[in-house]
């Protein structure tokens, strides 16, 4: 199987790969039939270099075209049954559906090509042609992205901070995104759900319960500063070691979705508690690689972005349901999930206050970004 930098070559066009291959088979056979072949080859080779420049000239002139008939290449780190996956695959269908089979696309799950953490830059790279990242990984390219967990916005509803990116502030991180990764946001950010908080012995109620919790992150300031708002010591650990940790007791909790947690089946290394602080509801960023963007027309970048948002209001009302149906099917398996009233959420967050000050000075996060969160969470 061709690695990925051999299937960009071969991106090139079958025409050039295989005239190349003639190319060489002409000269390695003229150097083996013939022992004084300096004119003749020279001749030969001239003429079939001249063939192999033609097609490759007016293979350049058809760039745009062929690349734009390509098939998308879409990575996702989440298994096929997955919302994140599901997503995708639904948004291939739509795409293929609504240009008329024009455009292509192709879903690659269970991290066969990246995981969640590398995906970004092999997108950036123009590896894959598109992914949809969990915001934390890639506030380690573009710090701003940690606004999104500010503490400012803890007790907004999943539909109050998903209106809160559809304006200004998710049109200036995307224009952030793209002038540091030099990716596209093509559109809105679907919703990876409810951050909660799950552990294995420490019953979870309340806030008081994580003082000296050693708490498993992803990553991203702002999911850090929530856990030591709250007395506890974040540990920042990829999600593939996570289940490990929690069954040798390395870290005593860790932020997950609650569909992760189902769908990795948590309870099989000891998860028996969950806690919703009303802190973080993730989302996941779409981002598409420049060379793919670049392939396309104006009418099918605004026909790519119609379909995409389309996708993505169905997967934001999906989600919620999915939620509703994942506690259920926890509270079978034995989990006890408990929630954070208003009252103790709001107090929380204003003793945090602190640290999100601390994480806007340190990220020197934008002031405007700031003053656009703070502004959602008074509304």
Known sequence: MPQMRDMKFLSLGPVIYFSIIALAGSILDQMRGTRSFGRKFMFNSLRNLAVAGSVMAMSAMFANTVQAADELVISSATPPQHIQTLTMARFAEALMERSGGTLKAKVFDSSQLYNARDVGKAVAR??????????????????????????????????ERAKMLDGP?????????????????????????????????KPLTNFEEFVGLQVRIPGGAGPAALVEGMGGVPVVMPGSDMPLALQ?????????????????????????????????????IPIVSQAYWDSLSDDEKT??????????????????????????????????????????SAAMREKMMPQQEAVIAKYKLDADLVALATEAAAQ
């Not at 995409?308 to 259920?328: F, K, T, Y």
């Open 248 to 284: 040798q007791g390395t870290v005593d909790a860790t932020m997950a979705a609650i569909e992760s947690v189902v769908q990795q089946k948590l309870t099989d290394v000891g998860v028996r508690y969950g806690f919703w602080d009303q802190g973080v509801v993730g989302f996941l």
């Open 303 to 344: 026909l790519f972005t119609e379909v995409w948002n389309d996708v993505v209001a169905e997967q934001r009302v999906a989600n919620l349901a999915v939620d509703a149906e994942m506690r259920a099917t926890l509270k079978d398996w034995g989990v006890t999930i408990s929630d954070a009233d208003d009252a103790s």
């Open 169 to 201: 502030l998710g049109d200036k991180l995307s224009e952030m995104l793209h002038a540091k990764m030099g990716v596209v946001v093509p559109g809105n950010w679907p919703i990876l759900g409810r951050v909660y908080y799950w552990s294995t012995s």
């Open 126 to 159: 123009g590896d894959v042609g598109m992914a949809t990242v969990p915001s934390p990984y890639l506030s380690r390219v573009e710090s701003n992205i940690n606004v999104l967990d500010l503490p400012v916005l803890k007790g907004m509803t999943a539909q």
